[in-house]
Nanobody
Framework: QVQLVESGGGLVQVGGSLRLTCAASGITFSPNVIGWYRQASGKQRELVATVTNLGTTNYADSVKGRFTISRDSAKNTVYLQMNSLKVEDTAVYYC???????????WGQGTQVTVSS
């Protein structure tokens, strides 16, 4: 059973930084993609960044150059380093794991990130 537990959210000022952590367990399949998505109040959930089990990364245009996703396979942990935060980055951030061959998605419970001006 896949479990994803996010941590690291909080309140930060514009221009500040946060690092989100996704502790994963039960990922015994490959290929897989682990990613971060976010959902702002009143908006649809959107992709932020993903990393495959081979280390290939992908970013939304809105976060390129500011956010970095990384994966420590030995610790089954994925990180999202967020720098130069903007008010529009405010959202609940969710960790996701996609089981590619079965087209299945697993989600964490989310962590709130609030950027204040």
């Amino acid at each position: 059973q896949v479990q994803l537990v996010e941590s690291g959210g909080g309140l930060v000022q514009v221009g500040g930084s946060l690092r989100l952590t996704c502790a994963a367990s039960g990922i015994t399949f490959s290929p897989n993609v682990i990613g971060w998505y976010r959902q702002a109040s009143g908006k649809q959930r959107e992709l932020v960044a993903t990393v495959t089990n081979l280390g290939t990364t992908n970013y939304a245009d809105s976060v390129k150059g500011r956010f970095t996703i990384s994966r420590d396979s030995a610790k089954n942990t994925v990180y999202l380093q967020m720098n130069s935060l903007k008010v529009e980055d405010t959202a609940v951030y969710y960790c996701n794991c996609r089981r590619v061959r079965r087209d299945l998605d697993y989600w964490g419970q989310g962590t709130q990130v609030t950027v204040s001006s």
